[in-house]
């Protein structure tokens, strides 16, 4: 049971209701009302703990109507945990069933309760997903109009569903790998990657790579390169092949039981007394992996292993900053020149333009927004154009572009005008969020192929180029 | 009532008009602690012909009316009365003309401030006034307070860039006062009348803009100090070095840790207290007061003075100031913030009698303001769930309030006196001076629709 009457009432108190936050919010921006705003939304969740307003379906409306980007949080000289507050408000507004209705429990039911919680089942639906899309069924029923038949809301989601990889993150890991290691035989390896000539360090570091599920099914291919650019940096990585959902998705919509008895499952996965750091490389899931410490400080089964996890949690771009990654030559094994003159082999390639779209939880969620950028700039051959309002939300935002299709799409598009106008031929970004509502909104928009990408792909790519 | 909402309605569409409770508790409050109460409507008028009809309907059905604009005051001058109609105004918010020619820029009340800044900015122009929350606050609410900020030493306040003003009257009759000259004595200056009236005698609808040739160039140094004392003489150092810089902010050590801890922009967390001094103008005479400023702080006992690398690094280190109110939020749930102001000879006797009151009423006061213009924010952290500490700060209040007028000052310097500094006000103005602003009160909204309560009853 969570609770706004429960809840800490300084955690309430915190706001001062300044209103600082307002220009960041990207709801707010839309419309102008203060509901729509952190501060708003605060006074109403106060109001609620106050008793002065009962828990509605105007109010769940509202908790669920907010993004939860945490750019508020950015924002906020006061330090109010925003992050807690709305998840606690969703556990109420769940709890209170002001939002229930058949489709809406049936649809949570299953992805939140049965899928999301058996890595296995929702691999091996997606397995059948893969098939639906690799066998050409789906282009035939897409050219026989069969799309047609579905009702409203499954037709417009039809396009924005994931292209599904060949091999899963289990496919092209191996549990461990370590620097002097030969690889894993991937078969059709998205990286011809073969040896990793850098020198291991007196005592290698150890980490643990967490594969994610939507990252698992759709960009295996970025924890493979997660694995490749730690292993170029002399870690001994270490990747559990089947691995529970970390419970962000169930913590942001309001299931706080699946969110920790998902941490609890996590920490009996991987123990972080183990490794020197616990790695993830997606911005959501960080964001929330990061939290264990705060969400079993009252477990005393837990309480002290969850809080070594948060302390060795990292995001994979924080991690390379932290240990001082190794910047990759140029291809052909030169340097790149050390001043601003520029080789004749160099000049006669373009230069790749490449641009960085934050993850709202990785740089507001998990403060880490540097270090992408540290590794985009420390790539040969590639320039790095910074896009307008790069910490602006795309309108992924979890499952936000299910559930408010019209203003994901408005930030979606805003989004994609400032990328293009970058003028940049690769966007990078680190989650698996961002990058498909990227990859839809560029394709529905007009104008030059933009590639979307992850910056350790970029990275590992680099790696691999050298010899 | 609800023949005015009915009416509201019909005008500006359901989606201008709230009144469900989820959709209006939100505007129950403003950027003042402790004060909230609940409207009855909320509408966003989109021009002065709105919120004349919205006026007009008001004094049919006898409903209190208050503005508001982005809901950043800090006295409760927007904080609604119960059962009150709320005009906000954030959907006006169109820059009309920017004019190079004559230097002056036209807006709708609702255009945040930043962006005002911004559009001289991008024509080569300056908007000097820079209160703490120009990111969001609006220019009408600025007007209306008479808002201050950081450059208020050498550029002086809102006021002092306002050239004319257009305002909606308690009977809906919309008035334009003041124009584009620089010299305009046509009848009375009621234009000035209206600015820092807190939107108890009309509501502005629009304003023209003075805007100056923007600084060739700027320099920003931070000062650390190891007491307050030393700083206070830095400051009267300065002043008397015949050095009018653009900002000259103190912070004291609980306000510059809280503040650290949200900007990371490596304040000196040991100092007791820094000021962040910034000059401006010609380069040759910015590089020349720059040098003569950092050399009076080593005079009078700075442990260190870093100058900021970079515009960037300037701004940051200005953002980090402007959040300071906020960041002291950090440390307990209530701040209660003041807004007194002295003559800049009694500073140093000032933030002495602040210490020993805090230490009389076994509070903690934090103080930081703008040292160049005397105005300073002691701000009393506390909680409002702790009925026996909260008469304690009443108390406290109260006696920084007597220090204050005593040194011949005023309780507010920039903030205004809404609901938060009513109490003071006849004390600091005299029978006389408080009679007669109750006498132009009458004569320009005799029902009392506007903004009832505020700054008198």
Redesign the interface.
Known sequence: MKSLSDLDYSVLQQCMHCGLCLPTCPTYEETQRERHSPRGRIALMRAIADGELAVSQSFGEEMYYCLGCLACTSACPAGVNYAELLETARAEVEQAGVLASPTRSLIRTLTLRVLFTRPRLLRAVGRLLWLWQASGLQALARRAGLMNLLPANLRRLEPQAPTILAKFSHQLIRPVESPASAPLNVGRSMLDVERYPSPAPASPRRVAVLTGCVQDLAFANINRATVDVLLANGCEVHTPPVQPCCGSLHAHNGDHASALALARRQLDLINPADFDAIISNAGGCGSHLRAYGHLLHDDPAYAAKAAAWSAKLRDIHEYLVEINFRAPTQPGGSNPPASGAVSAATATIAATTVTYHESCHLCHGQKVSAQPRAILRALPGVVLNECAESQWCCGSAGIYNITQPETAARLQERKVGHVRASGAQVVATANPGCHLQLQNGLAQSTGPVVTVTHPVILLAQAYAAEK | MSDLIAQLTQRLGTHRV?T????I???????T?TLKQLPACVA?PRDAADVSFALKLAGVSATPVVTRG???GLSGGSVPLAGSLVLCL??MNRILEVDTANLTLRAEAGV?T?KIYEAADAAGLFYPPDPG?M???TIGGNVAENSGGLRGLKYGVTRDYVMGLEVVLADGSICWLGSKCVKDVAGYNLRDLFIGSEGTLGVVTQVLLKLLPRPAARQTLLAAFPSMEAAAETVSAIIAARIIPCTLEFIDQTTLR??E???KVGLPRDAAAILLIETDGHPAAVADEAAQTESLCHHHGATSVRRAANATEATQLATARR?????L??LR???ILEDVTVPRSELAGMIRAIGLIAQKHALTIATFGHFGDGNLHPTILT???DHAEMHRVELAVAEIIAATLERGGTITGEHGVGLAKKPFLRAQLGDASFELLRLVKRALDPDGRLNPGKIFD
Do not use: M
Request: hydrophobic share 35%.
């Open positions: 709230l469900a409770r989820e959709d508790l939100p505007y129950g409050f403003d950027g602690a966003f982005s809901g950043t954030v959907q945040i930043q929350s990111k969001i606050s809280c503040v801890d949200f900007a959040s300071a109110f906020s960041a939020a950090r749930p209530t701040t909680d409002e769930r």
